[in-house]
């Protein structure tokens, strides 16, 4: 069954929003996911460049994966951010224990991330694609509780998720749908361990770890690039039962914490296996390569998430004679920060059935994201 809806496109704060372009100082190209810490929340640029900031902003700062830290003193319409090296045959490289390293923080998390009841507004953002057309997005302003910013294990495995993570549904900005195969449905929608865990850094920090502890497993770690205190470090691991990953995380060497990190896991080489539609039809699925990136910022001393992507991409099936690729991601953007209690939220998301059909709460606020010209164009198609 195929079916098409759409819900609530409000256009009046994308055209009243001021918009802030950051591109590379060498070649003129946007950079998609540039971070901004503006004097009262947190936005990203779009993966055209573009981030809402008042025009008004002063003293902020943008970083970017990639580019060294720069400090706005006022604003400006386009921003260059410089690369911090043009190559990797340029650079001093240090190799970095990374067993210890990642050990270290995950052993001190409690104390060098903040780890209190805390909630956050935060912008929701997934995006589905289908053979590189984008069929699904949904853009939601919700809050966001956590207990202790980390996610607990015992409770996960439980279920206990009001534990761990509360989510308010707020405003749905933009919710369209335009493929309604069951190819890629696994017949619930209820969070599941893993997917909650996916959540908080120390889930997938510790899931990197034991990659690294398991019997044969080979890696290696690099420091590629140093800015003040904080060092860029690339690695590679190969665990004992052949999963490879690789990515980069950026350490700073004074408070002993990740700020930033990325990790791909490369799974495409992995034969296909056969599944079932939840309507019965058996196909051909092949796994694709994914990644999760995690970014922390400190605010009074204190380490706070900035951002959570989750990504996949090349997730293949042969279906009905035909292939299907798909892509997927989900973006959670923390834009404000406040403590909390430990209660939580009052009117909080049922996480045994699909969040967005929860009941919203309605707040209007200004808008922190921009769509991209592909995602406008997608959200005008009739």
């Known amino acids: 069954m195929k079916y098409s809806y759409l819900l609530m496109i409000l256009f009046a704060g994308l055209c009243s929003a001021q918009r802030l372009k950051v591109i590379d100082s060498e070649n003129d190209k946007a950079i998609p996911h540039a971070r901004v810490i503006l004097s009262n929340q947190v936005v990203y640029t779009n993966e055209d460049g573009f981030a809402p900031?008042?025009?008004?902003?002063?003293?902020?700062?943008?970083?970017?994966?990639?580019?060294?830290k720069k400090i706005v003193t006022a604003f400006n319409s386009?921003?260059?951010?410089?690369?911090?090296?043009?190559?990797?045959?340029?650079?001093?490289?240090?190799?970095v224990d990374i067993r210890k390293l990642l050990g270290d923080v995950s052993k001190n998390y409690h104390k060098r991330y903040y780890n209190e009841p805390s909630l956050y507004d935060v912008v929701y953002k997934e995006k589905k694609l289908d053979n590189n057309k984008l069929y699904f997005l949904v853009i939601a302003e919700t809050k966001l509780w956590s207990k202790s910013n980390h996610y607990n294990y015992k409770d996960g495995i439980r279920k206990n998720y009001d534990e761990i993570l509360q989510m308010q549904l707020n405003n749905v900005k933009y919710l369209k749908n335009v493929k309604g195969d069951s190819i890629f449905t696994t017949g619930t929608n209820e969070f599941s361990h893993e997917y909650m865990g996916n959540y908080f850094f120390n889930f997938e920090l510790n899931r990197t770890l034991n990659h690294i502890k398991s019997d044969g497993a080979k890696y290696s770690g690099k420091m590629i690039f140093e800015e003040g205190d904080e060092q860029?470090?690339?690695?590679?691991?190969?665990?004992?039962?052949g999963i490879e990953l690789e990515g980069?995380?950026?350490y700073n060497k004074t408070d002993k914490v990740i700020?930033?990190?990325?990790?791909?896991?490369?799974?495409?080489?992995?034969?296909?296996?056969?599944?079932?539609?939840?309507?019965?039809?058996?196909?051909?699925?092949?796994?694709?390569?994914?990644?999760?990136?995690?970014?922390?910022?400190?605010?009074?001393?204190?380490?706070?998430?900035?951002?959570?992507?989750?990504?996949?991409?090349?997730?293949?099936a042969f279906y009905l004679g035909k292939k299907h690729e798909r892509k997927f991601s989900r973006e959670i953007i923390y834009n404000i920060f406040e403590k909390s209690n430990?209660?939580?939220?009052?009117?909080?998301?049922?996480?045994?059935?699909?969040?967005?059909e929860n009941v919203p709460v309605k707040e209007e606020k200004e808008d922190a994201i921009l769509l991209s010209a592909d995602e406008q164009a997608f959200i005008n198609e009739k």
Do not use: C
């Not at 025009?55 to 580019?67: K, L, P, T, V, W």
């Not at 860029?232 to 039962?241: D, P, T």
């Not at 380490?303 to 997730?315: H, I, N, Q, S, V």
């Open 232 to 241: 860029l470090i690339k690695f590679k691991i190969k665990s004992g039962v």
């Open 259 to 316: 700020t930033y990190f990325e990790v791909h896991y490369v799974q495409t080489g992995y034969p296909p296996v056969r599944r079932k539609t939840v309507d019965g039809v058996e196909y051909d699925y092949q796994l694709g390569d994914a990644s999760l990136i995690f970014d922390f910022y400190k605010k009074d001393g204190m380490y706070l998430p900035a951002l959570t992507r989750f990504e996949g991409d090349k997730y293949s």
């Open 248 to 250: 980069e995380f950026k």
């Open 78 to 95: 386009r921003i260059k951010l410089t690369p911090a090296y043009k190559n990797v045959g340029e650079v001093k490289i240090v190799s």
């Open 342 to 356: 430990k209660e939580g939220l009052s009117q909080k998301v049922d996480f045994s059935k699909n969040i967005w």
């Open 53 to 68: 900031v008042s025009q008004d902003a002063r003293n902020f700062e943008i970083s970017a994966s990639g580019y060294q």
